[in-house]
């Protein structure tokens, strides 16, 4: 394996990885990201597993789409939200068996 200089495109890399863990370091945000992994869902229905207001919701969905983890799609009046990375939640697995959560 070789090993790269950290120069400005490998730098990219990882400010891009550095946004998506920022866009899931919310409590909610995650749990959005492990209900979206059975399937898409309306916002409607999100709203309805979360005790929060709609419009936090949905800048809590916005951050999540503008790191590229959910796509969205809008029926009518609905808006729908798919998970468009799951592995990204597998490292969870791995560190709850770790530690025994």
Same mark, same amino acid.
């Given at each position: !394996?070789? $090993? #790269?200089?950290? @120069?400005? &495109?490998?730098?990219?890399?990882? #400010? &891009?990885? /550095?946004?998506?863990?920022?866009? !899931? ?15 898409? !869902? %309306? /916002? %409607? #229905? $999100?709203?309805?597993? $979360? @005790? =929060?207001?709609? =419009?936090? $919701? =949905?800048?809590?969905?916005? /951050?999540?789409? *503008?790191?590229?983890?959910? =796509?969205? #799609?809008?029926?009518?009046? *609905? /808006? ?6 799951? %592995? ?5 697995? %791995?560190?709850?068996?770790? *530690?025994?959560?």
């Amino acid at each position: !394996m070789q $090993i #790269e200089k950290l @120069d400005t &495109s490998l730098l990219k890399k990882y #400010e &891009s990885r /550095v946004a998506i863990l920022k866009a !899931m370091a919310h409590p909610t945000r995650l749990y959005i990201l492990d209900i979206l992994k059975e399937g898409t !869902m %309306c /916002v %409607c #229905e $999100i709203d309805r597993l $979360i @005790d =929060s207001d709609t =419009s936090t $919701i =949905s800048k809590h969905l916005a /951050v999540l789409f *503008n790191a590229g983890l959910v =796509s969205r #799609e809008k029926k009518g009046l *609905n /808006v729908f939200y798919t998970l468009e990375t799951p %592995c990204l939640l597998l490292p969870f697995k %791995c560190l709850e068996k770790e *530690n025994n959560v």
